[in-house]
């Protein structure tokens, strides 16, 4: 089957064929498939491998009637040539793995149906299955070639059918030219669902393409939060080990607390060791053993380990945080902990102050801390962006910026209630940053 101009190349797509097309595909012979698929291909088609083997079988059956009519086949006479003149294109293709260039296709379909033509049928023929030919030729090329071309080739059989009628002599005239007509709309059908097909094929690669990238920044995302908190935290335990070897050198407490803080800096390390492993692991090996990831219910024991670590942690909460859904609780509990990683990074001898609240209607994180004299930011680092990212996917409105004398994170998330479950809306709207 000839190409179709101005169509993409579904190369990109042919892996999102749709259910039935496959189907359809995979019930015909092998070999025969397999090298008209790669010609369709090559050509730019969506056509299933047999609408062009139809087409090669509609244009050899109207020749071998034709020729029946007019006693051509046994013993068979020159004019039986036609035969070999619209086999040409499927033979090239499947035989020998070549095509015709399309003009010589179609002016060979058309000859052989003038050729025809000019050979009347035997007296007592009803109706000339010639012209059938050229309702044939012109189905195949408006679905391969567009219209303008199947208009020209359209016309040109109809000029052919007057002439015949006028010459030679065309039983049943009429039934010639609604023939062509047909030929004409059936390919003009083909074409539109051809092109409907491709651009639906295009729309699903580029929802692929999308929530492919959409994943790999939500796991861009999981990591940074994991190695971000499990280092502040680290470094946390190892500057409290620091500072007992300092204070209290030679002392049996002092070697205690540097042997308690360097355990949990390894446990640490080790957990985060392995969330990354789990993370990363999605990417290659799809979905590993089921793990419950943190949510809302977990920033309680969030807060308690950095505390464990050192930083100075004045939390309260209210409500039940239990009640949130885990999605909605996952990213609650992922900006805590980035807005209290940050808090060790940068300013780890001050005060974090920690509410949260959960109603029915809203959940309400504030992260509060002092700012460390000289301290300066450009939000451009991307724990901000991060953490803006998931306040979008709750549809929440973030504010992070400075407030007086301390570094404020508040986010608040609307939440609707649905069989006992808090969730967010999920806006796809973006939330609302203040950045530095």
């Not at 030679?168 to 051809?194: H, R």
């Not at 464990?308 to 949130?324: M, N, T």
């Not at 806006?427 to 950045?435: K, L, Q, V």
């Amino acid at each position: 089957m000839p190409e179709t101009r101005g169509l993409p190349s579904l190369g990109p797509v042919r892996a999102l064929a749709d259910s039935s097309l496959a189907e359809t595909v995979t019930s015909g012979p092998g070999w025969l498939r397999a090298r008209i698929e790669e010609h369709v291909e090559a050509h730019g088609l969506a056509y299933p491998w047999w609408i062009p083997v139809l087409s090669i079988t509609g244009q050899t059956g109207a020749v071998v009637s034709a020729l029946s009519l007019r006693h051509q086949l046994t013993p068979p006479g020159v004019i039986a040539l036609t035969i070999p003149m619209v086999l040409l294109p499927g033979v090239m293709m499947i035989g020998f793995q070549r095509h015709l260039p399309h003009l010589i296709e179609t002016l060979a379909g058309l000859a052989a149906a003038a050729w025809l033509l000019t050979d009347p049928p035997s007296a007592g023929a009803a109706l000339d299955t010639a012209p059938a030919l050229l309702a044939f030729v012109t189905a195949e090329v408006v679905a391969r070639d567009g219209v303008r071309n199947g208009l020209f080739v359209a016309g040109t059989s109809v000029a052919m059918i007057g002439a015949a009628a006028i010459g030679p002599g065309l039983a049943g005239t009429p039934v010639q030219l609604v023939d062509v007509l047909l030929g004409f709309v059936i390919g003009y059908m083909l074409l539109w669902q051809m092109r409907a097909l491709t651009a639906e094929r295009a729309a699903r690669a580029g929802e692929y393409a999308r929530a492919t990238l959409a994943e790999r920044e939500r796991i861009a995302r999981e990591i940074h939060d994991l190695v971000a908190h499990s280092l502040s935290v680290t470094l946390l335990q190892i500057t409290g080990a620091r500072h007992a070897l300092r204070d209290v050198a030679g002392s049996t407490s002092a070697v205690d607390e540097v042997d308690e803080a360097l355990a949990d800096a390894e446990r640490v390390g080790r957990q985060a060791m392995a969330d990354i492993r789990q993370t990363v692991s999605t990417l290659a090996d799809g979905p590993a053993a089921v793990h419950a990831l943190p949510g809302g219910a977990d920033i309680a024991d969030l807060v308690a380990q950095m505390e464990r670590a050192g930083l100075a942690v004045d939390y309260v909460e209210s409500g039940d945080p239990r009640r949130l859904a885990q999605a909605t609780g996952l990213g609650l509990y992922r900006i805590a902990q980035e807005s209290l990683a940050n808090i060790a990074k940068h300013a780890p001898a001050s005060t974090a102050r920690v509410r949260f609240t959960v109603t029915s209607r809203q959940a309400h994180l504030q992260v509060r801390n002092a700012l460390p004299a000289g301290l300066t930011g450009d939000g451009a680092g991307s724990g901000l962006a991060g953490m803006t990212a998931r306040a979008e996917q709750l549809g929440a409105t973030l504010a992070a910026a400075p407030t007086g004398s301390d570094w404020l994170v508040d986010l608040r998330v609307p939440l609707r209630e649905r069989n006992g479950v808090l969730s967010c809306p999920l806006r796809s709207g973006p939330g609302r940053r203040m950045a530095w």
